[in-house]
Every structure is written in C-alpha cells, then in structure tokens.
C-alpha cells in the first residue's frame, strides 16, 4: 500500500492531468475527489437517478458490492433505490458483519464509501467506510436509496453486504422521543452541554448526528484566511542554580498555568467556544524576598505576549436558521515574564 503523502501526490496530478484536458465534473457530494474522466463520469452517473436500480421490496433481501466477500473492482458508483410495496411499510436495513472499504482519510470517507440516503428528503442518513460495521437503519418511508463509490486506488474486500426487511410503519421500531435541536437551544444551554464533551468529534455528532462527517470536513478546508496561527513559544533555558534557588524560583513569583474561561477572557456572550476553557501562562506566587524596606509586594507581569490559539466557535444564527461553525483564532494574554514589585510606587 502506498504511504499517504505517495497517494496524495499521485492523486493531485491525475487532477491536474484531468484539469489540462478541459475536463470539468461536479461531484454529487462536494468532499469527493474527482480526479480523472472516468471518475468524472462515474460521480455524474451516481447523482443521475436514471442510471438508479430500482428495486421492489415485497420480501427480504440483499444488496452487495460487486464481488462480496472479495476485493471489489475499481471506478464504481453504483446506486440501489429499494421501494416497499405498501406506503404503510418501512424498510429495515442490516449490515451483514463482514464488511470492509478502504479507511477514512482524516476520520472521512472521501474516496471508496456506502452511503444510505432517503430519497424524499434528500437527507444522507450516513456515509461507512473503513472496517467498522455501521448499525442498522431503517427508512422514513416505504423507500431507502444506497449508494456506493470506489475510485481507482486502493481496491479492499470483503465490501459489504446489505440484508434489507420489511417494517410495519407503526410496527416493532420505536421512535425516539422528540427533542429540541441543539440549533434551538439558547446559548446557556449549549455552552453547559458541549463544555461535556473530551473530543471535537463528539460536539459535532451532538450538534449534526447525521451529517457530523461532512460538518468536520467543511471546518477544515481553507478559508479566505489563513489557518492555524496557533504557535508554541519554545521553553525558557533552564538557569544553573543551587538547589535552595531553584526551589524559590519555583515557587515565587513566576509564570505559571492558569486556566481561563473564553467567554469571560474575550468577554463574548454571543459566541460559544469548544474547548470554553484554555490553559495561559500568567504570573503567580508569592514575593517574600522583595526590595529592601518594602512591606507590600506584589507579583506583576514584567513582560506580556498575544498568542494565537485555534477553537471551534458557535453562534446561533438569526431567525432561529441553526448554528453557524466554524474554526477562529483566538489571542490570549501570556506573561512570559514575571517581578515582585512594591505597590509603593515611590520604590519603583
């Protein structure tokens, strides 16, 4: 298997190959790569519902990839629409455990995937690739559209295998309680419910369960700005002291971790912040051993600095339209430098 940066390469100039023969393609989704003509054709051919199979549901049944359980060919896009026969059915789809594509880049599936989709709303209930088995789905209504793509890299097995079934609408599948979209939420509320979370995939799935992919996908591609100020200043040199030194200076007054809430640093009630806290050096300790004569000390910044930290930002749309994500930098306060100075300004 190539290494990735040999797959990316080969990748982009069979993009500019394609570029300098006047080919122009529009992906059905807007993540794929389309990198050569015949990869053109074939996403044009998975959007076109003309070149759909239609197939009727009066009882159970599968659908494959080509070849399952072995490695599936290249440069395929092929579209399965399963309609029930009675409006008053549901069809229930279950991924057989073997199964098998070729692994996300970056946590997304851009290049070989299945994808499950209802076809009245248009809504893509989940896109699979990788090793993993996807859970079950079952349709709104009486009809459910699968897709899948490969490109011309990277071929794995088994694929897949989908066993469909039939549903009574009002039947054995019980529908989740209805809830408020996170969207709807106020601001309070969203800030308490994402500060729960360790990962930024988590708040994504939390906010969009059904399009999160796409959503983290969307947050990383470049934008008119410039991405990823974030920096790290590298360390101090350590100074050469005896041990009793060494002990005062770690404990008086000296730049030290402070964990600072976002909102109340930028002072900004209108945006919620993921992570709400972030780690900043500000100056700490006590100044025992102040200048001479001087009874009231205090540890002060002898020397400040912006830095740029990277976070993702939600805000609430106007006319209740969702929430708008997106990756900001942030500049905080940093003491790099700290000194006992006497409150009495006379002694300097």
């Known amino acids: 298997m190539p290494a990735e940066g040999t797959l990316f390469r080969k990748r982009m100039i069979s993009l500019k190959n394609t570029m300098k023969a006047g080919a122009t393609c529009r992906p059905f989704a807007p993540d794929l790569v389309c990198d050569s003509l015949s990869r053109c054709a074939l996403l044009e051919g998975a959007r076109d519902p003309k070149h759909e199979k239609v197939v009727r549901v009066s009882t159970d049944g599968t659908v494959k990839s080509p070849d399952f359980p072995h490695t599936y060919p290249r440069n395929k896009a092929l579209v399965w629409r399963l309609i029930a026969a009675s409006e008053n059915t549901q069809i229930r789809l279950t991924f057989d455990e073997r199964f098998g594509l070729e692994e996300p880049e970056d946590g997304i599936c851009k290049y070989d995937f299945v994808e499950i ?94 399009r999160w992919q796409l959503d983290m996908e969307n947050l990383y591609k470049p934008t008119w700005h410039a991405l990823g100020k974030t920096f790290l200043h590298p360390k101090k040199s350590r100074v050469d002291l005896n041990a009793l030194k060494e002990e005062v200076r770690l404990y008086s007054c000296t730049p030290r971790n402070f964990s600072v809430s976002l909102r109340e640093e930028l002072r900004r009630t209108d945006a919620i912040f993921w992570p709400g806290c972030l780690l900043v050096k500000r100056c700490g300790g006590n100044c025992a051993c102040c200048a001479y004569g001087c009874h009231d000390c205090q540890c002060a910044p002898a020397k400040v600095t912006k830095k740029y930290h990277e976070v993702l930002q939600l805000k609430l749309r106007s006319g209740g339209r969702g929430l708008q994500k997106s990756l900001t930098d942030v500049h905080l306060e940093h003491h790099e430098e700290c000194a006992c100075i006497c409150k009495d300004s006379s002694r300097g």
């Open 117 to 210: 989709e209802e076809p009245a709303e248009g809504t893509i209930l989940g896109r699979w690739c990788g090793s993993q088995r996807p859970g079950r789905q079952v349709s709104k209504g009486n009809q459910i559209r699968i897709r899948f793509v490969s490109d011309q890299y990277l071929p794995s097995k088994p694929g897949f295998c989908i066993h469909y079934s039939l549903v009574p609408l009002k039947g054995p599948e019980p529908e989740e309680p209805t809830s408020v979209p996170p969207s709807l939420h106020s601001v309070d509320v969203l800030t308490a419910a994402v500060s729960g979370f360790s990962t930024v995939e988590d708040v994504m799935k939390y906010l969009e369960p059904d």
